[in-house]
């Protein structure tokens, strides 16, 4: 079972930074893939960034490509979503998840891959 914390929401101005945080907890954690999602109010959930744990690979949202940056520090079993030039179609709920080792992983985009997913921050970027 693994448990995802996440943290760093909140409510900022366009053109703000923002980076969230999410910690993941098990008593032995291993993952093909840690990723963020958001999901703004009627619409549906979609990739944000997604990372590899155990190879240089990541992929972006169009939408924020070139404006965030996804890391992680396998150490801290912790991955980060830095994001600036932030914009009002931003504003979602930020979800982290991982791709466990006993997932049915099919790609670092593709949603159905991860199986844990955190409760979920709210971003709010204000004009």
């Known amino acids: 079972q693994v448990q995802l914390v996440e943290s760093g929401g909140g409510l900022v101005q366009v053109g703000d930074s923002l980076r969230l945080s999410c910690a993941a907890s098990?008593?032995?954690?291993?993952?093909?893939?840690m990723g963020w999602f958001r999901q703004a109010p009627g619409k549906e959930r979609e990739l944000v960034a997604a990372i590899r744990w155990s190879a240089p690979s990541t992929v972006y949202a169009d939408s924020v490509k070139g404006r965030s940056t996804i890391s992680r520090d396998n150490a801290k079993n912790t991955v980060y979503l830095q994001m600036n030039s932030l914009k009002p179609e931003d504003t979602a709920v930020y979800y982290c998840?991982?791709?466990?080792?006993?997932?049915?992983?099919?790609?670092?985009?593709?949603?159905?891959?991860?199986?844990?997913w955190g409760q979920g921050t709210q971003v709010t970027v204000s004009s």
């Open positions: 998840a991982v791709a466990s080792q006993t997932s049915r992983y099919l790609g670092l985009s593709v949603i159905s891959s991860y199986d844990y």
């Open positions: 098990a008593r032995t954690f291993s993952a093909y893939a």
